[in-house]
Structures are given as structure tokens and as C-alpha cells.
Nanobody
């Protein structure tokens, strides 16, 4: 089994900051990339930011310059530093990891349970 456990969500005023954390555990051979997605009520889940095992990052246009994704020293962890938060950032944030569980297995996507981020105006 692979588990992704998120933490760090909460309620913050517009202009404030939050830091999300995610740790993957279980039988993991290799992690190709980790990232954060979000889903607001009535909307589709969207990519917020992602980072590859090589350190390349990708951000949604709406968060570029405000959010920073990083991997921990333990490469099974990922963080999302969110600054200058806006009410439109309100959503459930999900951690994602694309990984292989063994040398012979294919890459697959795993998801955390989600953490609520609410930004008040």
C-alpha cells in the first residue's frame, strides 16, 4: 500500500500565507514527480504545481509568483508554500505522486485525502 498524507490546510485571510506538506509512505521504488492539485466546489480538479525528481517545476498561471513547490530532503515529501492568498484560492488541495512500486511495475498516480484551504476576503 502507498499512502499520501497531507497537512497544513486551514482558514486564512486574503493576503495571508499557508504551507502545505505531504509525505508518501509504503512500498515505493521510485517517485517520478509529486505535485499539488486543487478542486473548488463545482469545478474540475486542476494542477496547482508539480516538481519532478530532477527538480523541474511547473505552476498554474494563476499561482505563479505566489506559490512555491519544493521537495524535502527525504524525497518522498513535498511542500507547497502559498503566499498572497486570494479568495479564489479556496479549494480542497490534493497531493499527488507519480511513482513505481517496484522495478518492473509501471508508473501510477496516487492521491492524498485532501486538505481544505479557505481564504476569506
Amino acid at each position: 500500500q502507498v499512502q499520501l498524507v497531507e497537512s497544513g490546510g486551514g482558514l486564512v485571510q486574503a493576503g495571508g500565507s499557508l504551507r502545505l506538506s505531504c509525505a508518501a509512505s509504503g512500498i515505493i521504488f521510485r517517485i517520478d514527480a509529486m505535485g499539488w492539485y486543487r478542486q473548488a466546489p463545482g469545478k474540475q480538479r486542476e494542477l496547482v504545481a508539480a516538481v519532478t525528481s530532477g527538480g523541474s517545476t511547473n505552476y498554474a498561471d494563476s499561482v505563479t509568483g505566489r506559490f512555491t513547490i519544493s521537495r524535502g530532503n527525504a524525497k518522498n515529501t513535498v511542500y507547497l508554500e502559498m503566499n498572497s492568498l486570494k479568495p479564489e484560492d479556496t479549494a480542497v488541495y490534493y497531493c499527488n505522486a507519480r511513482l513505481r512500486r517496484s522495478y518492473s511495475s509501471a508508473y501510477a498516480d496516487y492521491w492524498g485525502q485532501g486538505t481544505q484551504v479557505t481564504v476569506s476576503s
